[in-house]
């Protein structure tokens, strides 16, 4: 399992939009880098994010190599109540992670 | 070497004395503090996890002997390069610490920069955040000091240039879109942008040897050691905020 | 501090030597934006995009991105897509998002294979599209010019 991230404010007002904050650890290679023998290091990068809100999904995301080592993304979602947000994603090569964490509406 | 003399008597950290991160760019300054998005936090989140893992023949976590890592690692990193009495020699903490992995656990020494390393040092160095560098030079670390300082005057490479005259004669001026820094090993293990890795400060000061064109030592030689005692000792008090991010 | 940057590309590249735009060349994405839009003609408008004036390091750039949208059921941006010219492979990342977002903005970290022009499409619900620039000056490029050591 890949390790992550997610951070949401203490607690958010109902129906106003807060910030998700998302930290990934994988080394996205682009598969251009080259090792000190010359070899090209095989690309191997996250492609899919997934958000979900007590089970609705609420972003998602497509990433390419273009995206920097351990991506980092910060996306806005309303919630009507406290709930659980989930965040999931997987990489070329079939590996995943996920990450939770409760968003309180005060 | 006569010429050094003067420079030799002036051994001391660069007045103000400055930590890298003073010498980046807003955007990375940001990024290291960002207590969320900074991601060296990644392998500090590991090595905590790595903390409480059962390692080796003897089955011991660090957590074992160490207990809560928050607590018993604080200012631990900060006195590192040390001498050593069981190892009877000054050690870097990776060395430090696989004198635990290999000693106390039973198991593999772990590779510098193997992912397991760079979790472990740098949970331990964040638990000295916020802390003043303080390595002790005196007594059985004095000939290995010594030797750190002479290789830190001593010019080298094909660009025939020593640590001194980027790190103290120039620092804060521009070099090639940059900004030369003082050289203080405050804050590492650090998030390398251009190698896009958490890395140890002995993998930065071998890219400097690179940058001159020298042979690099290799990682945990004595000349290695002996330059991070002497750059440990002239940043002294400068405080840590360790895992720092470097474009 | 804000560093938004909405310079048409080619203006700001006169200071620079010519060996800094020595490797990759700026592509032509329109055919990139064209399999998105379907050809549905994109209006320049409403897409902020936020890029340091220079890149320490074309590996990791901070890029914020903020697009103009109420956000409702009748009105919302569905995705927002980061084309980078220079890079091997332009089309960085797409971002799905929805009404229930609340707000259409994101900030990530992408990798700049070199200075160029960084465009961001946005695409709205009823086929509508936004799209907005930004130029960025990067020194050491993302990609080709790496170390590993």
């Known amino acids: ?106 | 070497m006569l010429y050094l003399t003067p420079l030799l008597a002036w051994a001391q950290s660069p007045q103000p004395a400055k930590g890298g991160v003073q010498f980046q760019s807003a955007d990375v300054r940001a990024m290291q503090a960002d207590e969320f998005g900074n991601p060296g936090m990644l392998w500090v989140e590991r090595g905590a996890t790595l903390w409480k893992a059962p390692r080796g023949a003897a089955k011991a976590s660090c957590e074992s002997c160490h207990a809560d890592g928050a607590q018993s690692m604080k200012g631990v990193a900060v006195r590192y390069p040390a001498y050593d009495a069981n190892l009877g020699r000054v050690v870097d903490l990776e060395q430090r610490i696989n004198a635990c992995v290999t000693g106390k656990q039973r198991d593999a020494a772990l590779a510098y920069e193997s992912q397991e390393l760079l979790a472990l040092t740098a949970y331990v160095a964040r638990q000295s955040r916020g802390m003043p560098v303080a390595a002790r030079v005196d007594g059985p670390a004095s000939a290995t000091y010594e030797r750190g300082r002479t290789l830190y005057f001593e010019r080298q490479g094909q660009l025939n240039l020593a640590c001194t005259h980027c790190h103290d004669a120039n620092w804060g001026r521009t070099l090639l879109a940059e900004k030369v820094s003082q050289g203080q090993p405050v804050d590492w293990p650090a998030y390398r942008l251009e190698w896009q890795s958490l890395a140890s400060i002995a993998r930065r000061l071998r890219a400097c040897y690179f940058g001159v064109r020298a042979e690099q030592p290799a990682f945990g030689s004595d000349d290695l050691l002996a330059l991070q005692l002497y750059l440990a000792k002239r940043a002294q008090g400068l405080v840590s905020s360790a895992p720092g991010v470097r474009r | ?149």
């Not at chain 3, 804000?2 to 048409?8: E, G």
Request: charged letters at 20%.
């Open chain 3, 1 to 149: 501090m804000k560093r938004r940057r909405f310079l048409a590309a080619g203006v700001a590249l006169a200071g620079l030597p010519a060996a800094a735009q020595r490797f990759q060349p700026p592509q032509d994405i329109t055919p990139l934006l064209m399999k998105i839009t379907g050809g549905v003609a994109a209006e320049s408008r409403g897409v902020e995009v936020e890029l340091p004036q220079i890149a320490e390091n074309g590996n990791s750039v901070p890029l914020r991105i903020k697009v103009t949208s109420p956000m409702t059921e009748a009105d919302h941006v569905k995705a927002i897509h980061v084309f980078a010219e220079r890079n091997p492979r332009p089309l960085v990342a797409s971002f799905h998002l929805g009404p229930q977002a609340g707000r259409a903005e994101i900030a990530t970290r992408v990798r700049l294979a070199g200075t160029q022009t960084v465009t961001v499409l946005a695409e709205l619900s009823g086929k509508r599209f936004l799209m907005g620039p930004a130029y960025v000056l990067v020194t050491a490029a993302a990609c080709l010019d790496e170390s590993l050591l």
């Open chain 1, 1 to 106: 399992m890949m390790l992550g991230r997610v951070q949401v404010p203490p607690t958010v007002k109902r129906g106003e939009p807060f910030e998700v904050r998302v930290l990934v650890q994988h080394p996205m290679e682009t598969g251009f880098r080259r090792d000190l023998d010359g070899q090209a290091i095989p690309i191997n990068i996250v492609d899919t994010l997934s958000a979900r809100l007590d089970g609705r999904e609420i972003f998602s995301a497509e990433f390419g190599s273009g995206m920097s080592a351990n991506p980092y993304v910060v996306f806005y979602a309303t919630a009507r109540a406290s709930g659980e947000i989930v965040v999931e994603w997987s990489d070329d090569r079939g590996e995943k992670g996920r990450v939770a964490t409760v968003v309180t509406v005060a």
